[in-house]
């Protein structure tokens, strides 16, 4: 087979075990997102009415991506790479094909057996969904040719010029991302007085969402047309800053950041409630990354029960704020209460971190770990319920009176804005330590511990530094939580916000402050936080899954996180041109030693 | 060099150290004039670098004392005596590995704070290692082994010491360059810096410095010059011997 469809010039033949591998597992992922119950759940939201709706997205691009993947030609040095051709394109029609072989024995067993039982999933309405309600005749045909034809799209991408494949690919997730974001470009439209821009983009009739046939060929013929105007003026941009010397990029990132700045002031102003309420949960839950970025990122200490200091936090201002605190309630202002936070912080931060100062790794983890379920149960406890209410928690928290302006979470704006004051301080106090002595001694600490102490670093200090700064920064976050939702209970610290903050930490970038703004506004904007919504509110049962197969690939394919920094991308640029001195230098040393023998 | 006048910079009275309840170090007592390259001889486990690191204060004797330019150092902690001018190079170089050769220098002189003193000492080490400028932005852990041991000694050198401790220097090295280290360490040597390193290679150690001990089991067991180690029948078959073989 491969004798006779491979391209007489090509030197290594197509690989069909591979491409045969990459079908297999293709299948799998289709009957498996199908039995997860993505397709169905998702399948009221509509993003181009009547043909598209997120369920069907999810099935539809696997078997691009993997009819892709499969002919990837692998290009190894010294190796002559194979001449892609007629061969490859059979190869992704074949992935494809054996994709929609996986989705027409799911739909047969569909029809035959019932499963139910333990796959809840296994049900009609996906059996229904999968045969778009006109029986197994006219669905299995469909999946065939629907995946066969992604299949080979995916392997014909491989032959077109990379610049098409930019184009295409700009378009694609361009239409997806107006789609699937309508209610922010609603909330945004509105603030700006485009509401006719809107309602001639979205199909907007009797609730249903998503956009319109017509209008989304016309924003697909504008994305492409842009990337034509602009003439990769972006593209060399973005280059030339990340060529340019140190001290441009410094300004450009300075002004950049200007921009984001004024944008983060100005633009709530304008915004509707619903993308405000985003923005405050992105802020508190930002807040809380930036400070367990400096305990994890920075001084290297993996701190799982995190959501300890948060609820401190959040208790303490409850007890100082609240009308209804059962013990002590003295109903102070918000501002006063705010110096106990940072004290009782500071003592949380000093009391946890104490006794696990001398571990290490997986110990410290496991330690800490067991430290934020004690506070919880603490917080829950019969023992202290006279204290802080129990499960009941503490209500009627007093909204925050700045002069004219009240903090109440009915009024999402002001929350924002007190989120965001905490936020630009955590953010430069962060960007100042990071180039700081102590920052320096974090990193030296979390790099070779025992080295640090001899260069005469004290690590102890350093390490319970870490700790305050970073619990300081969580029980602010908490502060604003108790403002914002007007009370505390125990169900709010659970240990999943540790752990959700932590992804959210290792997806932006370890130790990288831009990362970690970048990873909060992905995150918990777009999937929402532990208890929190996020803009695709139809994710909530999914965002658990999502965010484990996030971590999984973060960890396997990109471990500096998203947006690596600057220093570390250069790193890696390093490591190819030092690879090539490294054999350089071999071969001087093998002359070296040759001749004298 | 050895001035009989001059005061010891660093010395041991009869220090004893345990680890937990295990006597370590044994009543050992040292003594390192301004100046001078002495070495310490011993195999394996037998409290080389524990030696060293008594001296910098990461391990506190459980009796005996530990004087630093005449004065009782034995409460002070290391930065006290990295301050005051000690400083070591680590067993197996030890560079911090995902920090660039910059921060790794930079954190050298951790306790310093005259940026312009610093940026010069830094020139200086580049003058040593013009590789080690060469290599500045780049990631220590991807640096060969030979410029490891450059960034390690450029690193211990930052904190402007006056007396250096190394670990084993040649540890890990190819022939080619342990001959070349220890070159270097006498040129340094030359250069003023009182060094006190450890080895296991003791001709080579013991070519180079002017006095020696030999630790067995964290006992002094021999205490002389250089050339009277050398001849000294007991440690050529202890120690001199064992070299050869190797
Ligand atoms: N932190 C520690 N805790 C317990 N025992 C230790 C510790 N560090 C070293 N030891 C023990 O103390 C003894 C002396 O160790 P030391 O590191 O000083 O040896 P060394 O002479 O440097 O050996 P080598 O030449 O192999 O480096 C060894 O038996 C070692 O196992
Ligand atoms: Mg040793």
Known sequence: ????????????????????????????????????????????????????????????????????????????????????????LLAGLTAGLMGGIGLTLLMVGLDTVNIRKPLVNWSPQLFRLLTFERGLEFGIPVWLGICAGLGLVGAVLHQLPAVARRVMSWVLFGVMAVAILEAVIDDLAEG??????????YYKKGGTEGLTVTSAVVL????????????????????????????????????????IAVACVGLPMILGGIVNELLANVGLFLLLALGLNIVVGLAGLLDLGYVAFFAVGGYTTSVLTSSNSPFFAPEWHFGIALLFVVVMAAVAGLLIGAPVIRMRGDYLAIVTLGFGEIVRLLFLSDWLKPYFGGSQGITKVNPVD??????????????????????????????????????????????????????????????????????????FSGAVLAAKVGSVFPKSFEILVSIIILVVVIVGGMGNIAGVMVGSLVLIGILGGPRQPGLLQEFQSYKLLIYGALLVFMMLKRPEGLVPSARRSREL???????????????ETEGDQGAPS | ????????????????????????????????????????????????????????????????????????VNGKPTSFRVENGVTMVPENRRLFKRLSVRENLELGAYLRNDRDGIEADMERVFGLFPRVKERIGQKAGTLSGGEQQMVAIGRALMSRPTVL???????????????????????INDDGMTVFMVEQNANMALSIADRGWVLQSGAVVLDDTAEALLANPEMRAAYLGDDRAD
């Open chain 1, 1 to 88: 087979m491969t004798a006779t469809l491979a391209p007489s010039g090509s030197s290594v033949a197509l690989d069909w075990r591979r491409a045969l591998l990459w079908g297999g597992i293709c299948a799998l992922s289709l009957v498996s997102v199908s039995l997860i119950g993505l397709p169905v759940g998702m399948n009221k939201r509509i993003l181009i009415e009547p043909v598209l709706s997120l369920g069907y997205l999810f099935l539809l691009w696997i078997p691009l991506v993997f009819g892709y993947v499969a002919t990837t030609v692998v290009v190894l040095e010294g190796v002559e790479a194979r001449k892609s051709g007629v061969a490859d």
């Open chain 2, 165 to 187: 401790l190394m670990d084993e220097p040649s540890m890990g090295l190819a022939p080619a360059l342990v001959q070349q280290n220890f070159e270097l360490i006498q040129q």
């Open chain 1, 402 to 475: 700045i002069g004219p302006f009240k903090v109440q979470g009915s009024d999402p704006r002001s929350v924002f804005y007190l989120v965001l004051f905490f936020c630009a301080l955590a953010i430069y106090v962060s960007w100042r330590l990071q180039g700081s002595r102590l920052g320096r001694a974090w990193m030296a600490t979390r790099e070779d511990e025992q080295v640090a102490e001899a260069m005469g670093i004290n690590t102890v200090n350093a390490k319970l530094m870490a700790f305050v700064v970073g619990a300081t920064m969580a029980a």
């Open chain 2, 1 to 72: 060099m050895t001035s009989g006048e001059a005061s010891p910079l660093l010395e041991f009275r009869q220090v004893n150290t345990h680890y937990g309840a295990v006597h370590i170090l044994k009543d050992v007592d040292l003594s390192i004039y301004p100046g001078e390259l002495v070495c310490l001889l011993g195999g394996n486990a037998s409290g080389k670098t524990t030696t060293l690191k008594t001296l910098l204060g990461m391990v506190i004797p459980t009796s005996g004392e530990v004087l630093l330019n005449g004065e009782v």
């Open chain 1, 192 to 201: 700006f007085h485009l509401e006719w821009l809107t309602d001639a983009l």
């Open chain 1, 220 to 259: 697909a013929l504008v994305l492409a047309a842009l990337p034509v105007v602009t003439g990769g003026r972006v593209k060399a941009a973005v280059d030339h800053y990340r060529d340019a010397p140190s001290e441009d990029r410094r300004r450009t990132s300075l002004v950049l950041f200007g921009a």
């Open chain 1, 573 to 587: 640029h390093q490591d190819e041109y030092l690879q090539d001195a490294w054999l350089g230098d071999e071969a």
